[in-house]
């Protein structure tokens, strides 16, 4: 969150016309309905007849308590779990909230796959063990306008600066 919220904070700088609502939601977005202008969407950008473009590639990884990466016992968490997996492994525990599912996996409680950011610094304090990334695989990061056309070129302003 702390990128975006620096970013946010440029952009209201570099436009300070411009009103910004930020919601943090994983559910599909009706643009008009909703009326968003501009959606940040990881993964899939939803609806083919909505115009995205690419802003980043984030590695994902699977990140477990110490000696637990292959503990197939553990489930595997959170809502980026089907990059690592065809399969979610099935326990006592579902979750798709990164923020939740980081605090079950530092608790034991479970494996997770996360965006590899949110977990280095519990890596490199040896509070989590990570795999590493899989082959040609990441999160896309989506600026989505569901305006016919391009985004408006302050909403691609915001998005790529």
Do not use: K, W
């Not at 919601?23 to 899939?44: E, K, Q, Y």
């Not at 479970?110 to 590493?132: E, K, N, T, V, Y």
Request: contains cysteine.
């Amino acid at each position: 969150m702390a990128p975006l919220a620096a970013l946010t904070s440029d952009f209201l700088r570099d436009y300070p016309q411009i009103s910004i609502t930020i919601t943090v939601d994983d559910t599909p977005a009706d643009f008009m309905a909703d009326g968003i202008d501009l959606a940040l969407r990881g993964n899939r950008p939803g609806s083919d007849s909505l115009i995205a473009r690419v802003l980043s590639q984030t590695p994902v990884v699977l990140a477990a308590p110490p000696g637990q990466l292959a503990n197939d016992d553990l489930p595997i968490l959170g809502p980026l779990a089907r990059h690592l997996t065809d399969r979610r492994a099935v326990g006592r525990i579902a979750c798709d909230s990164f923020a939740l599912a980081l605090e079950l996996v530092r608790s034991g409680a479970a494996r997770g796959c996360f965006p590899r950011p949110m977990c280095d610094a519990d890596h490199a304090s040896g509070q989590l063990d990570l795999a590493p990334p899989p082959a040609r695989r990441g999160n896309p990061a989506h600026a989505v306008s569901g305006l016919p056309g391009p985004p408006s070129a302050a909403a691609a302003a915001a998005a790529l600066h």
